[in-house]
């Protein structure tokens, strides 16, 4: 019988003190985690781009979720501790912990795009070492970690999984540009392949995660709450919509009516509006995917899609039944669309369903300016092919119709009036942040 049968897996694992940390992916889920566990470990921050490697190096996180003096104290490296970044496999070859924290995004045709976890598994798998533990954050459907990220790590590395290397499961939590609920004051699921490595896995999340942890039974739990979570609001959120369509074919303000609903003390407390972003908008489709392939067809979570994804196009509609209403041309006419980004206060434009919106106005030849003072111009031009303005003195006029799409501060100090060509343009508040006097209506 080897030494290594005989040897436990705990004592294979790494050691607390001998913790050299990975983390693959430095977007809005990466860079925080790598940013926390540097206060406590030596940390390499691993990504693809380059471009993206300079900036941080330079000390500006155009995710806006680190600020330039966090940054530049993680990175202070002193004492075996700190934050390093690259874009040099061989600069994270002597880690032993490996967290994988790259987008799960889904295709134009709404299935489970893989492409990037699975390069980031081939990208661990060339360094994998006896020992080491490979810990993924990315959103997946059940049982994703250990049918297709594993055997790429097998595969790749040369080692066996239990036996060589180890791996966790711990769904990211991020809720970009919130900062109420950070990493840190949010409990962690955590789970891990064998019951030693869930330990593991848990007692190092405890070392930054202040909220506390919640041991999930098996990494497939773990993956399974993660997807039902944000399907969950999905859902909620694909109720009030439809109840905003049926209450504004009976002229009632559904508005007001939630308002009403909300008094009660068991009433979920939910707005219309677009569903967008990284989670909520995505993760539906990966539980619906798994679903599909064990033979059920899942009804209600693919409707509440349904239902979301076609709200954009809805206000899009809405907006010039109104201009036709209120005699204004629809073709050529000036339309302002104030925000892009898939939420407030954040310069998060991945899934924005705002899109939608502009593609169909863009179908009845009208002429849509957008302006959002959070969303970087040049990402929205390569991301979506269209033009975005940042700042507020690069509009060019007067609009015969303007749609508040996203609830950024800053467009509570509009003066609408003077934005309106004429006293009867139109504007539509998505998301109910105007005086109702001052808009044409709201969804």
Avoid at 2 to 12: F, Q, V, W
Avoid at 18 to 24: R, T
Avoid at 72 to 97: E, K
Avoid at 202 to 229: F, M, Q, R
Wanted: charged fraction near 20%; aromatic fraction near 8%; charge should be negative.
């Amino acid at each position: 019988m080897s030494n290594l049968a005989l040897t436990s897996i705990t004592d294979r694992l790494p050691k607390i003190d001998c913790i050299d940390i990975a983390v693959i992916g430095l977007g809005y889920v990466g860079l925080p985690l790598a940013v926390e566990f540097a206060k406590k470990f030596k940390v390499t921050g691993f990504d693809k781009s380059q471009s993206r490697i300079n900036e941080l190096l330079k000390g500006y996180d155009r995710t806006q979720e680190i600020d330039l003096n966090e940054l530049q104290q993680v990175t202070a490296v002193a004492n075996g501790l700190g934050l390093s970044f690259t874009t040099n496999i061989a600069s994270i070859q002597s880690c032993n912990v490996y967290i994988v924290a790259v987008p799960t995004p889904t295709d134009r045709h709404n299935r489970p795009d893989l492409s990037l976890i699975k390069l980031a598994s081939e990208t661990v798998g060339q360094v994998l070492k006896n020992g080491d533990v490979v810990i993924y954050e990315s959103t997946v459907y059940p049982g994703l970690t250990e049918e297709v990220c594993v055997p790429i790590l097998e595969s790749t590395s040369g080692l066996i999984f239990n036996q060589d290397f180890f791996a966790g499961y711990s769904p990211e939590r991020i809720n970009p540009g919130d900062k109420v609920h950070t990493l840190t004051n949010i409990i962690k699921v955590t789970s891990g392949s064998t019951p030693e490595v869930a330990n593991f896995v848990d007692d190092l999340y405890k070392t930054i995660i202040v909220a506390g942890t919640h041991k999930a039974p098996s990494i497939k739990v773990a993956e399974a709450c993660k997807v039902i979570e944000n399907s969950q609001r999905d859902i909620n959120i694909a109720f009030v919509n439809e109840i905003a369509k049926i209450f504004n074919l009976l002229n009632i303000d559904s508005q007001a009516v939630l308002d009403a609903a909300g008094t009660k003390w068991n009433f979920l407390k939910f707005r219309p509006g677009l569903v967008g972003g990284h989670c909520t908008g995505v993760d539906p489709y990966y539980l619906a995917q798994k679903a599909q392939e064990v033979g059920y067809h899942p009804e209600i979570i693919l409707a509440g899609r349904r239902i979301n994804d076609g709200m954009g196009t809805y206000v899009a509609q809405e907006v010039i039944k109104l201009m036709v209403k209120n005699d204004i041309a629809v073709k050529k006419a000036n339309i302002l669309v104030l925000g892009f980004t898939f939420k407030e206060n954040c310069p998060d434009v991945r899934n924005t369903r705002v899109v939608d919106i502009v593609n169909t106005l863009n179908e009845y030849d009208t002429i849509c300016e957008i302006y959002d003072p959070w969303a970087n111009p040049d990402e929205v031009w390569q991301d979506y092919n269209l033009e975005t303005f940042n700042r507020y003195e690069q509009l060019t006029g007067s609009y015969d119709a303007i749609i508040l799409a996203v609830c950024h501060k800053e467009f509570l100090t509009i003066d609408y009036a003077k934005l309106k060509k004429h006293a009867n343009a139109v504007v539509y508040d998505i998301k109910g942040l105007l005086d109702k006097s001052m808009v044409q209506a709201r969804l």
